[in-house]
């Protein structure tokens, strides 16, 4: 019975999104105290701070999804060295109104994957800042920049068998990460 509630955050829209396919294979990865649900993200309006005394019901549903959550994994693409203005919304909306940041003291986790050579290191290192503002203890080691190869995937969409020790070594640090602020 899994007893850590994880929300994920998916930074891609885009229903065929590599980054989508590998959240939903760590999703399948061994980790059996943990319970990983991908949060919607498509339907929140653009941050607008006129909007903080009436926040939409998506933006409350966040919210409350992330308060109910032990941890959290962003799962992101790069998009021109940076996250995606998608994630960075939902991370606005869940943080505001001042006094009221619903990332808070939540640990983190931090994968990405990409075409590109870096995979998306440049994206997680803005992550990661953005995060540190927000007080979200984030896993430093190991990091995860995964190049899209062939055999990233297997045919069932599960991570291939060459880079699946790999996968699942980072998603037992991460699970002992979640431990340590989970009381």
Not at 123 to 134: E, F, G, K
């Amino acid at each position: 019975m899994p007893e850590y509630k994880i929300a994920v955050i998916v930074g891609s829209l885009r229903k065929s999104s590599f980054n989508r396919q590998l959240a939903r294979a760590v999703e399948r990865l061994e980790h059996p105290e943990l319970s990983l649900t991908q949060l919607q993200i498509d339907d929140l309006p653009l941050y607008n701070q006129d909007d903080d005394d009436s926040q939409a019901e998506s933006v409350k549903r966040l919210k409350r999804e992330i308060s109910s959550s032990h941890g959290l994994l962003f799962v992101t693409p790069e998009y021109n060295r940076s996250i995606p203005g998608v994630l960075k919304n939902a991370i606005d909306h869940a943080s505001r109104p001042h006094g009221q940041n619903s990332w808070e003291g939540k640990p983190a986790g931090i994968l990405g994957v990409s075409v590109g050579a870096v995979g998306t290191a440049a994206a997680q290192q803005h992550l990661r800042n953005i995060l540190a503002c927000l007080d979200v203890p984030t896993l430093a080691q190991p990091e995860v920049f995964i190049q899209l190869k062939d055999g990233l995937f297997d045919e069932k969409g599960d991570i291939g068998p060459e880079s699946k020790s790999f996968l699942q070594n980072w998603m037992n640090k991460y699970v002992s990460w979640i431990k340590k602020f989970v009381v």
